[in-house]
């Protein structure tokens, strides 16, 4: 029993940074990143006899993990209202302050998005996944996946040019 | 810009990102997959329920061992009710006897030797040995039902009988509480009985004043509702005055939820998907008990009074709503429940029409929830309600008048109160609690053994 906690611990040691980096892509706050990240490793373990081997084990852990975050997602948006999934801002600027940026503030900019934003944006341009993929992971259409992603993208070059601006100012 | 390009560059930054998780995090993690899983929460219910069954069974085997030893001793007495001389006895006062001594206040108390041909019966309720103890009520109590004096006219009652039996041998209480005993429930020590009790349900709110949810008045928003249980009971007497009751039942609980009006829409919600046959992000309803989650494709809801229905802003889109008929205003959240209730009874009177209290705990397992359009619960559901307690807790109590039928047929009456120790919804989904209570009028039959 002992040992098997340790192996777990070496599990963990091996895997957190990683899968904390992604749980906070997924999580507007820290805390939530943390929700995620003990529930996903609790699945880890609970499911570790079941990784058949193909593909890599570090595949397999974060395809938990991202599960984890949309299994938080769906259980989250029934509790919000209609303002906090959605957001109405149009932004125009096309200046971009992306490059000036440091990782903290790409990240913080990300956790800002509406979380449907947010869901769509990290499953799309980060893991990879069709419109399909994300209106069947997320119980969405695919149109809306796509104009969530649309809308992801123009708060995300708004907020970055305020971002760059302040460091300009700062600089 | 290139769309592509925002997407790239945020992968360049954050596709594997790497950041050292707190300290505490593997602690909370360690505690977790330390603790048993979810899925063990099943057992560990029936766990409880093999233990009042345990129980129950235990106290049944207990009691039934003591009679078998009073059964014993009468045996080792080597008397029988049918062959004992009624004439030993002495006659009660009042009682006119030529041939028997009439016992006066001043009289030396009489014993068994002093009447010469002592019966086993009149020995047995002399022996002091057997008077000391109130667990020898048992025994007595036992006695007094292979001997029906009473019945025989040997025996007389109330004040009489205390007179009676005062200067014989002290232990008068005991032996009154024998004889009210008898006759009760026919003398029996265990009994099975079934009950159905209409409900009146509905819930008190506890936390944030007036459980004020975003500015939602529940307690105006809300109403109870009635409902019923039912349940098969066993009835262990532990004593002349205390009964344990276990038993299992079926019991529904609930509330109206008023002000929410419902369109009926022609076709289905533009957000319906054909392919998995749900609608995507469906309507949901704040409740002070949950949060329901609407699944009806054919039904739209707003909120007259408040804000308690959650929208997803293109559920409707392409749809005019003021066009759309309205139905009906309101839901009806119903929540089933299996309990085990343990209770226990106190005699507070044993007469020809028993009167008990009644106080104990029951333990609840939530077997489904539904909610129905309006008022109506035997019509089909239109949806469910989330973040309800699997397991709850309650207190039970009330009174009940238990009318014998016949000698091992009773009637129960129990006006019956229960209110929910625990919350009914799970913590942090609601900003107050509510714990649900009902009245009831329990009406059922026993027989006993």
Redesign the interface.
């Known amino acids: 029993m002992q040992s098997r906690?340790v192996d777990?611990?070496h599990l963990?040691a091996m895997y957190?940074?990683?899968m904390?980096?992604?749980c906070?892509?997924y999580a507007a706050s820290?805390d939530e990143a943390?929700d995620i990240?003990?529930e996903g490793?609790?699945k880890v373990?609970?499911h570790l006899s079941s990784y058949s081997g193909k593909g890599s084990l570090e595949g397999w852990i974060k395809r938990i993990f991202i599960n984890t975050a949309i299994e938080k997602y769906r259980e989250r948006?029934?509790?919000?209202?209609?303002d906090e999934?959605?957001d109405n801002g149009e932004f125009v600027n096309?200046n971009?302050g992306?490059?000036a940026?440091n990782?903290r503030d790409?990240?913080t900019v990300?956790q800002q998005l509406p979380v449907q934003y947010r869901m769509v944006?990290n499953l799309?341009?980060?893991e990879g996944y069709s419109h399909k993929e994300i209106a069947e992971a997320l119980?969405?259409?695919e149109s809306?996946a796509r104009s969530n992603l649309?809308r992801a993208?123009r708060i995300?070059?708004h907020k970055l040019n305020k971002e760059f601006e302040v460091i300009l100012q700062a600089i | 810009m290139d769309q592509q390009y925002i997407d790239r560059k945020f992968r360049e930054k954050l596709d594997g990102l790497e950041v050292n998780p707190p300290v505490e995090a593997w602690l909370s993690i360690s505690e977790a997959i330390s603790k048993p899983s979810r899925k063990g929460a099943v057992p560990v219910f029936f766990r409880m329920a093999a233990a009042v069954a345990v129980l129950v069974v235990s106290l049944f085997s207990l009691n039934f061992l003591f009679l078998n030893r009073a059964g014993q001793d009468a045996e080792l007495t080597d008397w029988s009710v049918q062959d004992a001389p009624l004439y030993d006895l002495p006659p009660g006062p009042g009682e006119e006897s030529a041939e028997s001594p009439t016992i006066t206040d001043d009289a030396a108390p009489v014993t068994a030797t002093q009447i010469g041909q002592p019966s086993p019966a009149r020995a047995f309720f002399s022996d002091p040995a057997r008077m000391i103890s109130r667990d020898n009520v048992y025994l007595q109590r036992t006695a007094l039902s292979f001997l029906p004096l009473r019945d025989r006219g040997v025996v007389p009652t109330g004040d009489a009988f205390e007179a009676w039996n005062e200067p014989m041998n002290g232990s008068t209480d005991q032996l009154i509480l024998a004889a009210e005993t008898d006759g009760i429930r026919g003398n029996n020590n265990l009994s099975f009985g079934a009950h159905f009790s209409p409900q009146y349900n509905y819930r008190i709110l506890r936390g944030v004043s007036d459980m004020s949810f975003r500015d939602i008045p529940f307690q105006s928003l809300e109403e109870r509702i009635m409902t019923y249980s039912v349940g098969l009971n066993t009835f262990i007497e532990l004593s002349p005055r205390w009964t344990l009751q276990a038993g299992v039942g079926y019991m529904n609980m609930g509330q109206y939820v008023k002000d929410i009006a419902s369109y009926q829409h022609p076709s289905r919600l533009p957000l319906y998907n054909s392919n998995t046959g749900q609608v995507n992000h469906p309507q949901s309803i704040i409740t002070s008990q949950g949060n329901i989650r609407l699944a009806d494709p054919h039904l739209y809801f707003a909120d007259k009074q408040s804000y308690r229905v959650l929208t997803n802003r293109h559920a409707m889109e392409g749809t005019d709503v003021q066009s759309l008929t309205e139905s009906q205003e309101g839901v009806t959240q119903v929540f089933r429940f299996v309990e085990v209730p343990v209770v226990f009874r106190y005699a507070v009177f044993n007469g020809d029409v028993g009167l008990r209290l009644k106080g104990g705990l029951a333990a609840s397992y939530l077997l489904n929830n539904d909610v129905f359009l309006g008022h109506d619960v035997m019509q089909n559901p239109i949806g469910k309600t989330t973040g309800i307690r699997q397991f709850n807790f309650s207190a039970v109590g009330g009174f009940a008048m238990d009318i014998p039928l016949t000698g091992n047929l009773t009637f129960h009456l129990e006006p019956t109160g229960q209110i929910f120790i625990s919350p009914i919804v799970r913590e942090g989904v609601m900003t107050g609690h509510a714990y649900p209570y009902g009245f009831s009028l329990q009406t059922g039959i026993s027989y006993g053994f």
């Not at chain 1, 948006?77 to 209609?82: K, M, N, R, T």
């Open positions: 906690k777990q611990y963990y957190s940074r990683k904390y980096g992604i906070l892509r820290t943390q990240l003990q490793f609790i373990f609970k948006i029934y509790h919000l209202s209609v999934v959605g096309e971009m992306v490059e940026l990782v790409i990240l990300v944006f799309y341009a980060l119980d969405i259409s809306t649309a993208r995300l070059k």
